[in-house]
């Protein structure tokens, strides 16, 4: 696979049904506007032992949630 092929699949998304079947695939940045699309996405959540919640904050940059906490 080129570089430029696996450029290509980290910007793109599955798209799903809300039963979650894969329906398709869609250009990130498309996925996102005008209300968007469904489609796969995953959180983490870094728990210490003493119950502390590990934060950051995303780039002023980003074209999705800029500059939010997650």
């Known amino acids: 696979m080129s570089n430029t092929d696996s450029e290509t699949r980290r910007n793109r998304v599955v798209l799903v049904d809300t039963t979650g079947a894969v329906i398709g ?3 990130k940045l498309a996925a996102h506007r005008d209300g968007g ?3 796969l996405a ?3 959540f870094v728990i210490d032992n003493d119950g502390r919640v ?3 904050r ?3 940059g980003k074209y999705h949630f800029a ?3 997650t």
């Open 25 to 27: 695939e869609a250009d």
């Open 37 to 39: 699309e469904l489609h």
């Open 42 to 44: 995953f959180s983490v």
């Open 54 to 56: 590990l934060l950051q």
């Open 58 to 60: 995303r780039a002023p």
């Open 67 to 69: 500059g939010r906490w």
